[in-house]
């Protein structure tokens, strides 16, 4: 199953078709796609060990309603209108938080870290296994935790996906932040976006937070805790685009999009060069760890933002 990592909804103003830029071996290669024939990577949110029916939960019954609620909100952006019903705020408020998560190299890192912790899990029970087993029984412990509980390393990880990104204290936040959407049209350049297009250079804890989002080649959704955004600042409209360009190329790992290839160079220049951003720490993954092999209490393991 195709699972949208980049939905068609959000890549849409881009155009039908749009540029894709796609770091290949190196180098970037342009191609002309339709928004559903990109952003996307086959099962990375697929879990195993899992009934079939269940195994694309995370895509069927999370990411695509988020994604049709989202659409609706950025619609209204795009129109000129800010979204004022909370269900509509909150449902842009948890697409953007799920793009810090959602993309293959984090889903893959928490489904690794989920089978380590039942791993470490699972042997901490293996004395008490042996003592308990009766004469003649050849199952192993993990045979017998999987008779009974099933694989559920990657169940585990679509769940802390989904979890994270509903986080109540987080989507509050920006729900209650100040939405802007800054027109840039006339600007020497389009906007771009990537597989990394969200911008937050500093937790939602703090007061100077904001978000930075382009939502189309002329329109740049920005929030923050105040209304600073509101009018445009000093800096001319292509400033701010290339700034914004130089952070959302920098920030992507395969994928940016364009309405066009005139960007290409710009794009191979710049694509990569920030190092992505930690979902969770290795002090946050070495607790889990700990407390998995009952060296001591509740780990903090959930990612933040």
Not at 275 to 293: F, N, T, Y
Request: glycine share 6%; proline share 6%.
């Amino acid at each position: 199953m195709k699972h949208h990592t980049s939905p068609a909804f959000y890549l849409s103003p881009w155009g039908a078709p749009l540029c894709e830029m796609r770091l290949i071996r190196g180098k970037i290669v342009c191609t002309p796609r339709y928004p559903a024939g990109t952003g996307y990577h086959v099962d990375i949110y697929k879990a195993e060990g899992v009934p079939e029916e269940n195994a694309h939960d995370l895509e069927i019954k999370f990411m695509s309603p988020l994604d049709n609620d989202a659409a609706t909100a950025v619609q209204m952006m795009l129109a000129g209108r800010e979204p004022r019903e909370a269900r509509d705020r909150q449902a842009w408020a948890m697409f953007v938080l799920s793009l810090l998560y959602r993309h293959k190299e984090s889903v893959s890192m928490l489904k690794g870290h989920m089978a380590e912790l039942w791993q470490e899990a699972t042997a901490k029970l293996k004395p008490q296994w042996a003592a308990e087993r009766k004469p003649g029984d050849t199952r192993s412990l993990a045979d017998e935790v999987k008779a009974r509980l099933g694989d559920r390393a990657d169940a585990d990880a679509a769940n802390m996906v989904a979890g994270v990104i509903q986080s109540k204290r987080p989507v509050r936040d920006i729900m209650n932040m100040v939405w802007t959407a800054v027109d840039v049209s006339g600007a020497s350049r389009n906007l771009l976006t990537s597989d990394r297009a969200i911008i937050m250079p500093m937790g939602l804890a703090n007061k100077d937070a904001y978000i930075a989002l382009p939502i189309s080649p002329t329109k740049l959704f920005v929030a923050a805790y105040n209304d600073r955004f509101r009018q445009l600042p000093t800096k001319s409209k292509s400033d701010i685009v290339r700034i914004v360009n130089r952070d959302v190329v920098q920030q992507a790992r395969e994928y940016v999009w364009g309405t066009d290839e005139t960007q290409k160079d710009f794009v191979q220049k710049h694509i990569g060069t920030l190092p992505d951003r930690v979902i969770l720490s290795e002090k946050q993954k070495q607790q889990a760890l700990r407390q998995a092999k009952g060296e001591e209490g509740p780990a903090e393991t959930t990612p933040g933002a």
